[in-house]
């Protein structure tokens, strides 16, 4: 038997309770796929994070209660934010992952981390009448971003009233769904909120991911490459964003919420 660090995160936040939930747990050794999604249910956050030490690097897999997932952004800033806070890395140092979307790297900024991730192309499409049904909300524009949806509205009102059919979401043939709006307030330059019920996620609180489709989407609207966001679920979340050709600059905050040690 082995003692297993475990820790849970609240990232996109500096306050305890507000954020994204994720759980990190640093592995020493490779371990099967079915012991870290039961790992990941026994935790019952959005996703929870494992990293393994890799070269010069490490490798970094994300598993939500029901599923692996090719790239998430929250757990992704909380494993940085343990590697620099227990001192695994020196905080001037980056960090590099290696994921099933590619090589992302972390790096400190004070009390912000940034994180590197690849921009997300969207096409447009028609309405999607289930869709709108379960959200009970027409949209202006539609766009599929791989296997997102990207629903925008004309006003933060609309994104905040929102009270999706989960239930109904659940049974569609979607990752999840994105819905967006400019912000009311002059901090933000938009707001959005993220359903993924069929991985077993009603809402995600602040979800970096979808960031990779909204950054690319709004500077194309405001002309803008480095922009604030707010996603506007009840917990709430803060992000700081660049766009530079194919990639998006994701940054954020993280507070430690407990840590403990796993038998395993």
Partial sequence: MVNIPLFQVDSFTNEPFKGNPAGVCLLPEVRPDTWMRSLAAEMALSETAFILKNGGGFSLRWFTPTVEVSLCG????????????????????????TSLSGLLTASKNGDWIE???????????SENEAVIEALTAVPDECYQSKDNLLYVYPDEAVIRRLKPDFAALAGLNYHGI?????SANPKYDFVSRFFAPSIGINEDPVTGSAHCTLAPYWQSRLHKDVMSAYQASARGGELKLRVSGERVYISGQAVTLFEASLKG
Avoid: N
């Fill in 178 to 182: 994105i819905v967006t709006a400019p």
């Fill in 115 to 125: 994180l590197d991730f690849p921009a997300r192309a969207i096409t447009a499409v």
């Fill in 74 to 97: 929250h757990a992704t800033l909380a494993s940085a934010h343990i590697l620099w806070q227990k001192k695994i890395v020196p905080v001037d140092q980056t960090i590099r992952f």
